[in-house]
């Protein structure tokens, strides 16, 4: 149902723009190239470069290439993902032991497997509280964070669903096509140029590890102390922008090492498109394999919002 009905959704940022008025967060291109080179290290040493290009995928939490919900359960699952984390807490949400967005995958396949319709818009744009708590049920005690939010949002998205087929969309939307792309192919003239990661609170982390981006001392020692920024705050906008401009540049510096390693099959016909899906599956996999070591070394800012 939803699989027609979202344009290409691109994203420009002026380069003059970000740097001007970002004064707590610098975009550094030596740690751009050094993370471009780790990504192309990474595309050359599969021989099928290919896999890594829809590796964020775990495939039996996702739906399957011939699954007819396809298209309406990604919806649902990028309408959602969001807030997942526990703020000041050691014990987070978990769903059959994972946490954060595939704790999320795994509460919307159990429910799947067990005949509820949450996939269809008629159903979650009424859905009541109790079928919610059931539903997104952790393995102990600990509730989804914002429950009665999404609920509130599934409501809206259900009902605008239905009447328009024209949902207002915000960051996530991108993410989500990137994942329909895998489902129903768009053409090359479509293509997606850029970053999926816009609201991903810890890509930051592997950006600022890899040395993309710095922050100054006094914004380290704020994160450090432990402070939650608030949805429009100067210091989220900045550190937005420059995540999505810093990732952009990353991409941009990937083709055109690519374009020097024409010899090799597996990178010798690839797209902005391709790269741009490969370069976001590296830092979303390069945090979750590396998660404690940059919890330990780096800082990461915490934003409590549903503005996605």
């Not at 995958?105 to 005949?115: F, H, L, T, Y």
């Not at 741009?276 to 409590?304: A, G, W």
Request: net charge positive.
């Amino acid at each position: 149902m939803v699989a027609s009905i979202f344009p290409t959704i691109l994203c420009s940022i002026e380069e003059t723009v970000v740097k001007k008025t970002s004064l707590d967060v610098i975009i550094d291109k030596h740690g751009v190239k050094k993370l471009a080179e780790e990504v192309v290290e990474f595309m050359l040493s599969d021989d099928k470069y290919t896999s890594c290009t829809f590796i964020r995928q775990f495939p039996k939490l996702y739906p399957s290439f011939f699954d007819i919900r396809a298209g309406d359960w990604l919806f649902l699952l990028h309408t959602l993902n969001f807030s997942l984390w526990i703020p000041n807490s050691t014990k987070q949400w978990t769903v059959n032991n994972y946490t954060g967005f595939w704790a999320l995958c795994a509460a919307i396949k159990r429910a799947i497997d067990d005949n509820k319709l949450i996939w269809d818009p008629n159903y979650y744009m009424t859905i009541t509280s109790t079928e919610m708590k059931y539903i997104f049920r952790g393995d102990d005690e600990i509730i989804l964070p914002y429950l009665e939010e999404r609920r509130i949002i599934l409501h809206h998205v259900g009902k605008t669903l239905k009447k328009k087929y024209g949902v207002r969309l915000y960051t996530k939307a991108k993410l989500l096509i990137s994942d329909l792309q895998t489902y129903f192919p768009i053409s090359s003239k479509n293509s997606i140029k850029t970053s999926t990661l816009l609201k991903d609170y810890r890509a930051v982390q592997v950006l600022l590890h890899f040395g993309a981006i710095r922050y100054t001392e006094s914004f380290q020692l704020l994160l450090r102390n432990g402070i939650m920024l608030r949805h429009g705050d100067i210091e989220e906008l900045q550190i937005r922008c420059c995540l999505i401009y810093a990732v952009q540049m990353v991409c941009d510096k990937v083709w055109k090492m690519c374009a020097e390693y024409k010899r090799h099959m597996t990178v010798q016909n690839i797209r902005m498109s391709y790269i741009s899906t490969i370069v976001d599956n590296f830092i979303f996999h390069y945090q979750i394999k590396n998660s404690d070591h940059l919890m330990e070394t780096v800082p990461f800012h915490c934003v409590r919002t549903t503005m996605y």
